[in-house]
């Protein structure tokens, strides 16, 4: 036998449910999946067995991208980590600077003034939409919708557009401070913002009515990938994968935080928990956010963006240029970071997949002690093989697409 049987050999001893007498029968196949197969949205492999194109057992794993963000949370400086949030979930990096904030906010009991907070739900509803369709527009091309993922590239792009104009970046945004925002947004900003949803929700209904009744769309994921609510709640799922089998859960509602208990809207809910409903669901919640951004556009006053507190309060540039304590505060503020007190604090938020949380413990000082972060992504991908389990080979690209598995937010 040689090396490479020896191996595999090994492998399956260790990964895969197999059965001696069938191991090397010529009706089953062993095959990789990735970690580079461009059908599994990052680097992630699944080795599965199969049976023709019958997936009767795989193991999937991750840890390709060695990123390592919970370690890099406790070396470097509050200030510093903002930066690296962006590389969780980086379809909706807004809404993980927004969490990762508010959490050393809780910690330090600093209390922002209004404008920033209606900013940062704006923000985090932009990203929302993003998120939903990248994943809703990846998943058709995946099984051969091509069309359906320009509709929503273009609105997508208009969207990055708006976050450009926040803080010019349009991926990977750093767009929050803790006590505040890097900059107000300018003039006329909402109004944009209220325009580019009004019309996003014309386009989501094109594309309604594109994919949802077409024939061989319906095929492709009514009944595939099945994850009922029980093992919804057994895996920790939330999110859309969540509600898309009856989970009715949504932290904007049941745990309301910034404003969100000022405005409206529904959380949609679907029953079979297939990648057909997974994918209504997270149609129908474009809608919602559009909804929330409109009425934040009307809602949203002038008034400042940061918080009073000198403990977090960046000096204007003005003080920095022309006073020599200012220069000294901007100097220490850079260099060696702000004192948290001791304490711990979890903030979670509403994901673009679910929850997302940022656990902090300090014992005092500019770093974290210990710092754990909660991405949905990690969660989701455990329950990929009992997912495809029995499924066809076919199937399985439905399956990952549909969970929306990001892998910036897995890696530890």
């Given at each position: ?8 050999n090994?492998?399956?001893d260790l ?7 069938d ?11 990735g970690?580079?197969h461009?059908?599994?949205h990052?680097a ?11 997936i ?5 794993e ?10 890099l949370g ?11 949030t ?22 330090m009991?600093?209390?922002l ?25 990846i998943?058709?091309?995946d ?5 359906f993922?320009?509709y ?5 792009e208009?969207a990055y ?15 929050t ?7 107000d947004a ?6 944009e ?8 929700r ?5 594309m309604?009515?594109?994919l949802?009744?077409?024939k ?10 099945t994850?009922?609510k029980?093992?919804?709640l ?18 904007r ?6 404003y969100?208990?000022?405005v409206e ?15 209504i ?9 559009l909804?929330?951004?409109i009425?934040c556009a ?7 963006i940061w ?7 960046i000096p204007?540039?003005d003080?920095?240029?022309n ?12 260099m ?8 711990e604090a979890y903030?979670?938020v ?10 902090i413990v ?14 949905p ?6 329950g990929?093989?009992p ?11 439905a399956a ?6 990001i892998?910036g937010e897995?890696?530890?």
């Amino acid at each position: 036998m040689d090396h490479f049987q020896q191996s595999l050999n090994k492998t399956m001893d260790l990964r895969i449910e197999k059965d001696p007498d069938d191991l090397w029968d010529d009706s089953k196949v062993i095959i990789n999946i990735g970690p580079t197969h461009p059908a599994m949205h990052g680097a992630f492999r699944c080795m599965a067995k199969l049976n023709g194109e019958v997936i009767e057992s795989s193991y999937s794993e991750f840890g390709y991208t060695h990123r390592a963000k919970e370690k890099l949370g406790e070396n470097r400086t509050y200030h510093q980590f903002v930066v690296y949030t962006d590389r969780l979930n980086y379809c909706s990096a807004l809404i993980n600077n927004v969490g990762y904030s508010m959490a050393v906010e809780k910690l330090m009991g600093v209390e922002l003034p209004t404008r920033c907070v209606w900013i940062r739900m704006m923000a985090s509803e932009i990203a929302r939409v993003a998120d939903h369709l990248i994943c809703i527009g990846i998943s058709a091309v995946d099984l051969g919708a091509f069309s359906f993922f320009l509709y929503g590239f273009h609105q997508r792009e208009e969207a990055y557009t708006l976050i450009e104009k926040l803080c010019g970046a349009r991926l990977t945004t750093s767009y929050t401070r803790v006590g505040g925002l890097m900059h107000d947004a300018p003039d006329g900003w909402e109004k944009e913002v209220k325009a580019w949803a009004i019309k996003t929700r014309s386009v989501i209904d094109e594309m309604d009515k594109l994919l949802t009744d077409n024939k061989i769309w319906r095929i492709r994921t009514e009944g595939v990938a099945t994850f009922n609510k029980e093992q919804c709640l057994a895996y920790s799922y939330t999110g859309p994968s969540a509600r898309a089998a009856g989970v009715n859960i949504d932290l904007r509602r049941d745990q309301p935080y910034m404003y969100y208990r000022n405005v409206e809207f529904d959380v949609p809910t679907a029953q079979n928990g297939d990648s057909f409903d997974r994918y209504i669901v997270r149609i129908e919640e474009i809608k919602q956010s559009l909804n929330i951004l409109i009425q934040c556009a009307e809602k949203i006053q002038k008034g400042p963006i940061w918080s009073e507190d000198k403990r977090v309060r960046i000096p204007d540039k003005d003080v920095v240029y022309n006073t020599m304590e200012g220069m000294i505060h901007h100097f220490k503020f850079f260099m060696t970071g702000f004192d948290v007190p001791q304490g711990e604090a979890y903030t979670q938020v509403e994901g673009g997949n679910g929850e997302m949380g940022f656990y902090i413990v300090s014992k005092g000082g500019p770093r974290a002690h210990r710092m754990r972060i909660r991405g949905p992504s990690f969660w989701h991908y455990q329950g990929f093989d009992p997912m495809i389990k029995g499924k066809l080979i076919g199937d399985l690209v439905a399956a990952l697409g549909s969970i929306n598995v990001i892998a910036g937010e897995m890696d530890r």
